[in-house]
Each structure stands twice: as C-alpha cells, then as structure tokens.
C-alpha cells in the first residue's frame, strides 16, 4: 500500500487550522492548509491530498463553491470530511455529497478516526 498523501484543511479560522495541523501532524499526517476555497484549489494542484476537511462557510470562496469546483477537475477525488458549526452539518455534507461530517466543536479522537479511515481508503491501490 502506498503512502497516503496530506491531509487539506481549508478553513478561514486560522486557530482551527493551526490547531488542526498541530494534531494531524502529531498523529502521522503531512498536512497542507488554506484559508479559503481558493487557495485550496491551488493547493491540490500543487500536491494531492488523501483527505479534504473542508469548512463551509469562508470568504473568497466556500465550501459549495470549492467542492463544485474540485469534482469538476480531474479524478481521483480525495474524499470531503465536512467541518461546521452549522445545526445544518449533515444536510451541508449531503448537498455537496461529502463522505463524513463532524460538528464544531468536534472529538478529536473521532476527527482521527474519520480521517485514518478514509485516509486508507485513498492510499489502497
């Protein structure tokens, strides 16, 4: 099995993204982050990450826009791990056909897990 590629946090909170790199890099992970939409779509350019989380709501371009955009682009496709503070969150991660959701504030046990899995998921031949 290969390795997994980083993991792409994009979220306008750069505490969330601070705090997000720290704990995913604790764990094993390379991570990239992004601010927005944005720059997120200029960071899978330059490297293909394993697992996408993405936030929602972002100025520039947010989380509908981007996903949009990124499923427009060539495949393979990381898998979208969709984190909010919306009530709405499942029916956000539904709209952009995301593979899991968490809910700010989130378990990081549980933000591990969802991340390992489908970070396996994507490294599998």
Do not use: C
Not at 14 to 26: H, V
Not at 32 to 44: I, K, Q, S
């Amino acid at each position: 099995m290969s390795r997994p590629g980083p993991v792409l946090v994009v979220d306008d909170d750069a505490t969330i993204r601070t705090f997000l790199k720290m704990a995913l890099s604790d764990n094993g992970f390379e991570v990239m982050t992004a601010e927005h939409g944005l720059a997120a779509l200029d960071a899978v350019r330059r490297a293909r990450p394993s697992v996408i989380l993405l936030d929602m709501r972002m100025p520039i371009m947010d989380g509908w826009a981007f996903s949009l955009a990124y499923r427009q682009g060539s495949p393979p496709h990381a898998p979208i791990v969709v984190l909010t503070a919306a009530r709405d969150a499942a029916q956000y991660a539904g709209e952009i056909e995301a593979d899991a959701y968490l809910a700010k504030p989130f378990d990081l046990q549980e933000l591990m897990r969802v991340v390992g899995r489908l970070a396996e998921g994507a490294s599998a031949p």
